[in-house]
Nanobody
Framework: QVQLVESGGGLVQAGGSLRLSCAAS????????LGWFRQAPGKEREYVAR????????YYADSVKGRFTISRDNAKNTVYLQMNSLKPEDTAVYYC???????????????WGQGTQVTVST
């Protein structure tokens, strides 16, 4: 079992920054990939970024490349998503998820956090 708890969401103006955190716990958490996904109202959940606990190797969706940075602190079992140059279209509920496959497909991730709201105003 892996437990994930997100934090750090909020309201920010366009062009601003936020940093999301995902605290992970569970005996086998180190064997999973951690990913960030987001879901806007009326839209499907979409992939944002992922990282490996062991080797890093971040990978980003084209829509956030150059603006978002995913990182991890193995000592704290925490994954971060630094979001810069935010746009109104980044508004969504952001979820972290843990999975064993190196994919961008939400259904392949096994464990999910409860989500944190990010709202970017114009």
């Amino acid at each position: 079992q892996v437990q994930l708890v997100e934090s750090g969401g909020g309201l920010v103006q366009a062009g601003g920054s936020l940093r999301l955190s995902c605290a992970a716990s569970g005996r086998t958490v180190g064997s999973y990939f951690l990913g960030w996904f987001r879901q806007a109202p009326g839209k499907e959940r979409e992939y944002v970024a992922r990282i490996s606990w062991s080797v890093g190797a971040p990978y980003y969706a084209d829509s956030v490349k150059g603006r978002f940075t995913i990182s991890r602190d193995n000592a704290k079992n925490t994954v971060y998503l630094q979001m810069n140059s935010l746009k109104p279209e980044d508004t969504a509920v952001y979820y972290c998820a843990a999975g064993r496959l190196l994919t961008t497909t939400p259904s392949t991730y096994t464990y999910w956090g409860q989500g944190t709201q990010v709202t970017v105003s114009t």
